[in-house]
């Protein structure tokens, strides 16, 4: 893959912090499930990155979130975890089966679904576990994180099938 | 020295993923430990300033509600000044003339332009700041039920502490026999919060309203606060208050209008009890 043209990131990169702040921050299903879109961002961010540069990615990103949410700190920590942990997934899965990109089109719905439930998962939770800090709502945090990766995980395989993710080049196939 | 060079760059994924980790969290534990030192970043005028502009948009869809809002708080207001015409007329009393009494509470409009429920803390970002008087430790209240109080405040916005708070408690009472308690939040849903110092020999009544005491200085008295939800069992025999589910009066997820109120005679009143208290400890 040799597609990942730069400008097109950094564009992408403001688009998902304004859908985020814009538009995700206002999604909210029975107060249980809120959609953090923001994330797929470091989800489907081209293979090659180096991951000292994709943790530093995640820190900016988390913060610009953190800023508009009035939270600082919550979502830059789950966001380097999750660019730390990306790279360690991405090997462990790909173990058994080469991928050239991260999208259902290279990688399969399997496989995409694995990946996404996995990361987003562990974003959600470390956000929920952050925000009651010195909280003992345990069951509610479980039941919001839980609640909430499937409804983002739900809305970034919406956004896998409408666009057929921008990094996959079309000319290739 | 190179061996260590070699170490570092080893790890180099490693070690930075822990410094980025503790600026997280060290800008999440700076930014939480004290409540009142808070800054927030809506506070911020940028951020503020495109909080406006997403919000301009998104009145639209609310002004069907806030219009309804406006018409029953206009009728409940007509209705006031009638009752305070009929008494002026009808009572013996002689009518106090100090304006500076008169015109105790002063409110401010203002619009929520950021706004949050679902956490622990909760705060809101209003459209007017310190060039139009607001200063923090100022009650917010909308034309349902109180809101909040102002936590801190720039040029052009502030930022203000929800009652949906579980570091925040209020001097609330009964309506109908004025007992004064305090309406805490618990942090579960934000349509009810618990008022608690209810002596339990008291009999109290599901749908009893709730309001403010004025015996704090950042609320005028009686204003709405809730109803009475359900009154829960003693968990201990010992417990000798009330534990009251309260069902809030104020929509936290639909607030777009919102009054601040400025008490003329908070400094007054404020420097006098603390007077007051120096005397007693001395």
């Known amino acids: ?173 | 020295m190179s061996a260590i060079w070699l170490l570092i760059r080893q790890y180099r994924v490693f070690l930075s993923f822990i410094a980025l980790e503790i600026l997280s969290i060290w800008l999440l534990v700076n930014n939480n430990r004290y409540q009142n030192a808070v800054f927030f970043n809506s506070a911020n005028r940028y951020v503020g300033v495109m909080f406006s502009i997403s919000g301009s948009v998104t009145d639209y869809f609310h002004l069907k509600q806030v219009n309804q809002e406006l018409a029953w708080e206009n009728r409940r207001l007509r209705q006031l000044l009638s009752q305070q015409e009929q008494k002026k007329q009808f009572s013996d009393i002689e009518p106090v003339t100090d304006p500076l009494i008169i015109n105790q509470y002063n409110y401010t409009l203002a619009r929520v332009v950021n706004n949050s429920t679902h956490r622990a803390q909760n705060y809101m970002t209003i459209n007017k700041g310190k060039r139009h008087g607001i200063e923090k430790g100022m009650g917010v209240i909308s034309p349902n039920g109180i809101v909040g109080q102002v936590s801190a405040s720039s040029e052009y916005f502030s930022t203000v502490i929800s009652v949906l708070h579980t570091g925040i408690s209020i001097s609330a009472q009964l309506k109908k026999n004025n007992e004064l308690g305090s309406l805490k939040w618990d942090g579960k849903s934000p349509r009810y919060a618990k008022l608690v110092d209810i002596p339990d020999y008291l009999t109290v009544n599901k749908g009893d309203t709730i309001v403010t005491s004025g015996f704090n200085t950042t609320y005028p008295p009686k204003i709405l606060v809730g109803f009475v939800e359900q009154i829960n069992k003693k968990t201990t025999v010992s417990e000798s208050f009330l534990n009251i589910d309260v069902r809030l009066a104020t929509n936290f997820n639909r607030l777009t209008y919102v009054y601040v109120v400025k008490n003329a005679l908070k400094l007054a009143k404020d420097s006098l009890e603390t007077e007051t208290y120096e005397e007693i400890n001395e």
Not at chain 1, 24 to 42: Q, R
Not at chain 1, 126 to 136: C, K, S, T, W, Y
Request: charged share 10%; hydrophobic share 60%; net charge positive.
């Open chain 1, 1 to 173: 893959m040799n597609n990942s043209n730069p400008i097109k990131l950094i564009i992408l990169f403001f688009v998902y912090v304004f859908i985020q702040v814009f538009f995700a921050k206002n999604l909210e299903l029975f107060g249980i499930a809120f959609c953090f879109i923001y994330i797929n961002y470091l989800l489907i961010f081209p293979l090659e990155i180096d991951k000292v540069l994709l943790l530093i990615l995640g820190f900016v990103l988390g913060f610009l979130i953190d800023i508009f949410y009035d939270t600082l700190g919550i979502h830059s920590a789950a966001c380097v975890l999750v660019a730390f942990i990306r790279p360690i997934v991405v090997r462990l899965m790909t173990s058994k089966q080469e991928i050239l990109a991260i999208s259902i089109k290279e990688a399969g719905f399997r496989w995409f679904l694995t990946y996404a439930l996995i990361l987003v998962g562990i974003h959600h939770f470390i956000l929920f576990v952050l925000q009651r800090f010195n909280f003992g709502m345990f069951p509610g945090t479980l039941l919001k994180s839980v609640a909430s990766t499937l409804f983002t995980v739900l809305v970034i395989i919406l956004i896998q099938y409408s666009f057929n993710s921008p990094y996959v080049s079309h000319a290739r196939k």
